[in-house]
């Protein structure tokens, strides 16, 4: 949860440095979700933010590069 939290901290900017660290701090989470046993949960959380900014489509395309659903 605190890696999703710095995520969405990172992504109150738009722009390049802050979708890298989103993304880094997205990366950390998929990885502690899975140790946890809640990858459904965090999928279900990446999913609710390509929703939210599906208008950011170099952030879009930074969470396909590293394969984040």
Request: hydrophobic residues 50%.
């Amino acid at each position: 949860d605190v890696y999703l939290q710095l995520a969405d901290a990172a992504l109150v900017e738009a722009n390049k440095n802050a979708y890298r660290t989103g993304v880094k701090h997205l990366k950390a989470a998929r990885s502690a979700a899975a140790e946890a046993g809640v990858a459904a949960d965090f999928d279900a959380r990446t999913a609710l933010l390509r929703e939210q900014h599906r208008r950011r489509p170099t952030f879009i395309a930074m969470l396909d590069k590293a394969k984040l659903p």
